[in-house]
């Protein structure tokens, strides 16, 4: 009977460590970072450089450990206002499950090994990486409670992970890479301030400050439709060949466009409606977006 229960016990305590794990990395919004990269990867090999499912391995593994430590380093900086915040107050340093301590710990393992993993890789992955982490961490993280420019500040962390997948196969960082860098840099912005939209009343408990005016108003609202305008206009300039190896066919170029002119539409509805409802379905709209954006390059580049 012993035996059953301590096997009971100990089942359980691997699920809730599983769990704190998941929780303290943001597992979902990992995985959709990773998936970016091996975007960015199959993007990239080539004859010159051969598809190796050793580095598309090493790859996911690192990358999810960058994410990884980004977002524990994140909660440790911010756990008392977590605390505050309805949406993060039971992660599990502002709710007690995991101390500082051994939350630092894990942020620390994890950045060595993600690191080292991208290091094998090659030099230029690991470098991109390591900025990613540095400014997550120590740039982005502290200015969310002083300037809206946070966001501007975190959209650099946030594109690095589309373009880290060329680098890894191309062990390069040049126009293509560039682009892939220039479209998820513009995403981050309305997609974010869709999110500190429909959030706004519960970042204010934490004193975070997301909107670019501050407020839920028109000039917000006009700014996430420019900036999903220039979106639009990124991710079309592989049609127009002056992006090196990375290219887009008239036809995927249309799809695409037509991609971000359904976003476009949503932006639209937010400015006319200013309500949370709209906000998170442009941040929906959004995350459907890029990943079927990504999914039409890299069948473009397969059927071309």
């Known amino acids: 009977m012993k035996i059953i229960l301590n096997a009971s016990e100990n089942d359980v305590s691997f699920k809730s460590l599983l769990a704190d794990f998941t929780a303290i990395t943001k597992a979902r919004l990992a995985v959709s970072v990773v998936f970016s990269s091996i975007a960015g990867y199959l993007l990239g090999f080539s004859d010159l450089n051969p598809f190796s499912w050793a580095t598309l391995v090493l790859l996911t593994i690192g990358g999810y450990c960058m994410v990884g ?27 007690g499950k995991m101390s500082v301590r051994n939350a630092f710990i894990l942020g620390c393992i994890l950045t060595i090994v993600g690191l080292g993993i991208l290091y094998s890789i090659n030099p230029k992955t690991a470098m991109f990486g390591a900025i990613s982490i540095f400014l997550y961490t120590s740039v982005y993280t502290p200015l969310k409670t002083i300037t809206p420019l946070a966001v501007f500040v975190g959209a650099f962390p946030g594109a690095i992970p589309y373009m880290l997948g060329w680098v890894a196969a ?22 974010f301030w869709a999110i500190g939209w429909f959030l706004f009343d519960d970042y204010q408990k934490g004193g975070f400050f997301m909107l670019p005016t501050g407020k839920k108003d028109k000039k917000t609202a006009l700014q996430i439709i420019l900036y999903t305008c220039w979106l639009i206009l990124a991710s079309l300039l592989p049609v127009t060949g002056f992006t090196g190896e990375l290219k887009l066919s008239y036809v995927s170029g249309a799809i695409v466009l037509l991609l971000g002119l359904w976003m476009l539409l949503y932006a639209v509805k937010l400015y006319n409606k200013m309500d949370a409802a709209a906000a998170r379905k442009l941040m929906l709209v959004s995350v459907s977006y890029i990943s079927l954006l990504q999914i039409i390059y890299i069948i473009d580049k397969f059927i071309r």
């Open 170 to 191: 191309t062990n390069d960082f040049d126009v293509e890479a560039g682009t892939l860098f220039l479209i998820q840099f513009f995403w981050q912005f309305p997609h």
């Open 69 to 95: 430590a980004s977002n524990v380093f994140n909660q440790v900086i911010e756990k008392d206002l977590d605390a505050l915040m309805n949406r993060t107050k039971n992660r599990p340093v502002p709710s």
